[in-house]
């Protein structure tokens, strides 16, 4: 009789969590059409630049410095009814929920003022259809840059070098100003268009510098060889009536 119950048991369970699937498995048609919807569905991120530019006076000397301040102003769009997003932040546990009621004619907008953190977005679309509730039928991916300080030094002015970007979506791995300028020169050296010409002088050069005493002579030899065949030349040529 117990193992009977046990056995009655198992059944139960396992039919209930058959209908469990079945309720959250969308028909072919409801999947063709939450596809279609769950296709519209952007996201997207706007910087906002609210740095301020402060002056100080030292002695009779007025210098002005920027105190940086960004907003990202990150908006999901084209959210319906037929779904609902949820939004996960991988430098936080805490889950955002969205449906078509939170949006401003489908889109959903909020800010993000850590500008010194790089956070990746993971963004699923929903079924809302009661037949599959809750079933995910499309996720986006969406990286928030952090701004690089590095990036307001005068070398990096006007220029497009990885480091020198305002933001960046990868860590760029500099412990302080002094690597910073290492990398900086690393990079330049690498990027070079005449480094292969530049390293060919610089190994010829290298080799003089080592063997200059052979050099020396051979340069002599070569200048008495010369001299020699010349005035060989010379009188041959007086012998026979001509002149150099």
Do not use: H
């Not at 319906?80 to 889109?107: F, H, L, M, R, W």
């Not at 610089?202 to 020396?216: D, P």
């Amino acid at each position: 009789m117990k193992y009977c119950n046990y056995f009655v048991i198992f059944i139960s369970l396992l039919i209930f969590d058959i209908m469990g699937v079945n309720a959250l498995s969308c028909s072919n048609s409801v999947s063709k059409d939450l596809g279609q919807i769950a296709s519209y569905v952007k996201a997207s991120y706007e910087v906002i630049d609210k740095s301020e530019t402060k002056e100080i006076k030292v002695n009779d000397d007025t210098t002005s410095f920027t105190i940086p301040n960004f907003e990202f102003e990150i908006s999901i769009y084209n959210i319906t009814d037929d779904i609902y997003v949820t939004v996960d932040a991988d430098v936080y546990k805490n889950s955002i929920t969205i449906t078509n009621e939170d949006t401003e004619d489908g889109t959903y907008t909020f800010t993000n003022r850590d500008f010194g953190k790089i956070y990746n977005y993971t963004i699923k679309i929903n079924s809302a259809n009661e037949d599959c509730y809750g079933q995910t039928i499309r996720t986006i991916n969406l990286t928030k840059p952090k701004y690089n300080a590095y990036s307001e030094y005068t070398f990096c002015q006007n220029s497009s070098l990885y480091y020198c970007q305002k933001f960046t979506a990868k860590e760029l791995g500099i412990k302080d100003a002094d690597d910073f300028l290492e990398k900086i020169k690393v990079n330049n050296e690498n990027n070079n268009p005449n480094k292969d010409e530049n390293d060919a002088i610089e190994e010829i050069t290298n080799l003089f510098k080592k063997n200059w005493k052979m050099y020396l002579l051979i340069f002599i030899v070569i200048i008495a060889i010369t001299i020699s065949i010349i005035v060989i030349i010379k009188k041959r040529n007086k012998n026979k009536g001509w002149r150099l």
